[in-house]
């Protein structure tokens, strides 16, 4: 069965650094997600892509935070220069159409020092 | 703006027993509505969705949930857990969008099912 799936599982990092979370979505969906959640708290929207572009962000997609699809098959979270309150788990999800159920990868637990 | 409140934060129960789990929202307009199960150390996993038709929603590993559009409910419910069922729930909703844009999910706070034996 397809699966979407990321990498690393976890990433540690200084305050800071850059880090770039990838993710590869199910083949033939066309709808991107990135998620996050701070441990302990509940799964919060970041940003949402399709046909190459952001089509909705979070308030806490700031500046700090961009997207991207490169190569047609990656969709990678960057995160400009790292703050400590970044630690959480992040997770992308995927889905073949809009209103359609969202499939999520195992996350990448992003630890900030 | 939509939101999803799960009161119980945690639900314990014994094995065999039957369960459910509350989740109400709010929205202004039409939503669709899911339950994700979320394991230990792991993703989150599709356990059932509201889209249309019928309120009553069966799910994966003997989960349903009922639509309550008066009460602006989808509880979820099982007849009898297992021990592995011990996991965190999140219910969560998405806006209808006819416009094709993508359509995020907004989450409850979770409630994690404690089956004891």
């Known amino acids: 069965e397809p699966e979407v799936t990321q990498t690393p599982s976890h990433q540690v990092t200084q305050m800071g650094q850059e880090v770039i979370l990838r993710c590869v979505p199910i083949s033939n969906h066309l709808y991107f997600y990135w998620y996050r959640q701070i441990l302990g708290q509940k799964v919060e929207f970041l940003v949402s892509?399709?046909?190459?572009?952001?089509?909705?962000k979070s308030e806490i997609f700031d500046d700090q935070f961009s997207v991207e699809r490169p190569d047609g098959s990656n969709f990678t979270l960057k995160i400009r220069s790292t703050k400590l309150e970044d630690s959480a788990m992040y997770f992308c999800a995927s889905s073949t159409s809009s209103y359609n159920e969202q499939f999520f990868g195992p996350g990448t637990r992003l630890t900030v020092l | 703006a939509q939101s999803v409140t799960q009161l119980d934060s945690q639900v314990p129960v014994f094995e065999e027993a039957p369960v459910e789990l509350r989740c109400n929202y709010s929205s202004s307009v039409s939503v669709y509505l899911f339950w994700y199960v979320q394991y230990p150390n792991q993703g989150l996993q599709l356990l059932l969705k509201y889209l249309s038709g019928s309120t009553l929603v069966k799910g994966i590993n003997g989960f349903e949930a009922e639509f309550n559009k008066s009460q602006t409910s989808f509880h979820l419910r099982k007849p009898s857990v297992h021990i592995s069922d011990t996991a965190e729930y999140f219910c969560?909703?998405?806006?209808?969008?006819?416009?094709?844009?993508?359509?995020?999910?907004?989450f409850g706070t979770g409630t994690l099912l404690a089956v004891q034996p």
């Open positions: 969560a909703v998405s806006v209808l969008n006819y416009g094709g844009a993508t359509n995020k999910l907004i």
């Open positions: 892509f399709y046909n190459n572009e952001i089509s909705e």
